[in-house]
């Protein structure tokens, strides 16, 4: 038999991660209430409505602010969980939330924080300790919030650990590394420069310091666990050009995702492009420059749906439908919407253009060859309709 389909669903890709970044610190995108089973509730309410509108991964965020959402003796329970850090909730919410999204062909990456590490003041105690009060020597405020310093090793291979913790214990299927990075050119880090910098021109010293943490944790995971997909969310812009200007990541924070993808040590770039089309830094171009770089390693950029807020902006729905259209033409394996609150508070009708003009039919997740060759499944209990 023929299967004739609409000319919409040819128009629309049949491979493409369609993401959200799902926001823990402060409660903005998790439960607000403190109940076990009240979270559960709410949790399968947001996993369903993503799934109704056929997206299919969450950036979930594991590691906020040297906190965590599952139990660990290396750092403690979140306090957006119960609203004291330490507390255990009563349940696992990864494990919880991995099992939930699978059941619906949801993929989770582990949104993890990395190098920003708390806010103002110092962390109330807990079992096991923060790590600003356990390892007061691996960090340093910057405009008051607390920072570990990429340059100390020993630092570096804390975090490590910590991480790996969660590659053995969880069925992942990815981890993007978001702070991974330095907060700014003016980061107080001389002695640490003296002490492990020998005779490398700083810059690249730091550069290094966060290239050797990202590179160490690609290995670490492929003798664990090889399927699971490592990506980073670095600065918008990689470096100025004569098209475009702006805070970059290459010399205002340090980052080379170039260099991590020519290593063969990510997988995929998830940008945070939050501009608007036709305003400089232009999006099209900075998005092209991104997946001219990336190679054939894959691109996810960010779009900025918490920009529909008045007190954010006050764009249009619109512009946010126009971006999703400029990264399928400038062919990005897919998009990543920050953040889940804005999407399903459906602020000015966003939910519901999105799942009817843009993700009106599923889509597969594209492969990587580069990890694996197997194929998806084949699509069974298909109808038809003249």
């Known amino acids: 038999m023929i299967l004739v389909f609409p000319a919409l669903l040819l128009a629309q890709p049949m491979e493409e991660v369609r993401a959200v970044w799902l926001t823990t610190a402060f409660g903005l995108d998790w439960p607000k209430s403190f109940y076990k089973e009240n979270q559960k509730n709410e949790i399968v309410k947001i996993l369903d409505a993503l799934s109704g509108a056929n ?49 619906r062909g949801i993929e989770v990456h582990a949104w993890w924080n990395v190098f920003k590490v708390f806010g103002r003041g110092l962390p109330s105690a807990s079992k096991p300790e923060h790590v600003v009060l356990k390892y007061p020597s691996f960090c340093k405020k910057y405009s008051n919030e607390w920072w570990i310093d990429p340059g100390i090793p020993q630092a570096r291979d804390y975090l490590l650990t910590v991480i790996m913790e969660m590659v053995r214990k969880y069925n992942i299927d990815g981890i993007n590394l978001d702070y991974v990075r330095y907060p700014g050119k003016d980061f107080s880090d001389e002695d640490t420069y003296r002490k492990f910098g020998g005779n490398k021109y700083k810059p690249d010293w730091r550069r290094d310091n966060i290239t050797q943490f990202v590179e160490a944790l690609y290995d670490s995971i492929q003798n664990v ?29 340090f980052q080379d995702p170039v260099k991590w993808i020519r290593d063969k040590k990510l997988d995929y770039i998830s940008p945070l492009t939050y501009w608007k089309i036709n305003l400089p830094p232009y999006y099209n171009l900075v998005v092209k420059n991104w997946k001219r770089i990336a190679g054939n390693r894959h691109i996810y950029p960010s779009v900025a749906i918490f920009k529909l807020s008045k007190s954010e902006g006050d764009w249009s729905a619109n512009e946010i439908l126009s971006e999703v259209d400029v990264l399928r033409k400038s062919r990005t394996e897919g998009t990543v919407f920050f953040r889940t609150g804005n999407l399903l508070d459906n602020q000015k009708n966003i939910l519901e253009l999105i799942r009817n003009n843009k993700f009106q039919y599923p889509a597969n997740i594209p492969s990587m060859p580069w990890k694996d060759n197997i194929k998806p499944l084949p699509l069974t209990g298909l109808t038809s309709q003249r």
């Open 55 to 103: 997206f299919n991964t969450i950036m979930l965020q594991i590691r906020a602010r040297g906190d965590l959402i599952y139990p660990s003796d290396k750092e403690p329970w979140a306090k957006s969980l119960t609203n004291k850090l330490g507390k255990d909730p009563g349940y696992d919410p990864l494990k919880f939330i991995i099992n939930e999204a699978h059941k």
């Open 225 to 253: 666990n090889p399927v699971i997909k490592l990506g980073c969310a670095p600065v918008g812009i990689y470096k100025n050009t004569e098209n475009f200007s702006g805070w970059e990541a290459y010399n205002d924070t």
